[in-house]
């Protein structure tokens, strides 16, 4: 494990664009997930998401021979799934089903001041007034939800379900920081793996009806939140270890 505090670099444009290119992917996935449980109910949704997306990066691995995650960099990926896929996004489809998409992208604005929160706690970052000024702007986002919320009579399991994604989404960054380095590729198959299990089983436990997608637009959120998996938590990890978290 590591828990000093990372080195400053300048963002470069490489990993600007690879930002950019996770913000996109994750942006467009409340709109995606909201499709997706219009057919499929939200557990099992997300299961078969995970699935499939873990299969095509164990493909990878074969191809480009990269080896798996060992040891304490295991143990690493393995927290990194149950609460980047498993935790995150089993309470966020659930949540989805009455929070609005746009809704819920501004309760994740709080990704940031918790992960600031928790980065400091763990002495893996120093404090700094940049990341508290943006705290208090995603603190007043939040603020106007829920006063939205009031009006809107949308319940509060459902906003909270969301928020606590919010916080798990926050605390596998910190995992990726605080444990050792493992290749972007390898340490998704294993974490994605082990999430689309864990909420196959939650999916069973609630009694859910298991089946594929028979609607064209469930096919294409599907479609895009698979590559979305691939593509945005790939780059996610390298831009971790290029940034502070």
């Known amino acids: ?3 000093g505090t990372p080195p400053a670099q300048k963002p470069d444009r490489a990993t600007l664009a690879a930002f950019l290119a ?30 499939i997306a873990s299969a ?17 960099a295991l143990v690493g990926a393995s927290l990194f ?29 709080l ?19 940049r990341g508290l000024f943006g705290s208090l702007v995603a603190l007043a986002g939040v603020s106007a939800v829920f006063s939205e919320q009031l009006r809107l009579t949308i319940p509060l399991a459902s906003l909270l379900a969301v928020l606590g994604a919010a916080v798990c989404a926050a605390l596998a960054g910190i995992v990726v920081k605080w444990f050792p380095k493992s290749h972007p590729v390898s340490a ?27 609607l064209a637009p469930t096919r294409l959120a599907l479609a895009w939140l698979i590559t979305s998996s691939i593509v945005a938590f790939v780059l996610m990890f390298w831009v971790l270890s290029r940034w502070p978290a």
């Open 56 to 72: 095509i990066l164990f493909a990878l691995l074969a191809f480009r021979n990269i080896s798996l995650p060992r040891g304490a």
């Open 22 to 51: 996770i913000v996109v992917f994750l942006g467009v996935n409340f709109v995606a997930v909201r499709f997706s449980n219009r057919e499929l109910q939200p557990f099992w949704g997300a299961a078969l998401r995970f699935g």
């Open 111 to 129: 990704i940031p001041p918790i992960t600031l929160l928790f980065a400091v706690l763990l002495r893996l970052e120093r404090f700094h007034w």
């Open 1 to 3: 494990m590591t828990n």
């Open 188 to 214: 998704n198959a294993v974490g994605m793996a082990l999430a689309s299990v864990l909420l196959f089983g939650v999916s069973q436990v609630a009694g859910e009806a298991v089946r594929l997608p028979a």
């Open 81 to 109: 799934g149950i609460l980047a896929f498993a935790a995150n996004f089993g309470l966020l489809y659930w949540g989805l089903l009455r929070v609005p998409a746009g809704m819920a992208s501004v309760l994740f604005a």
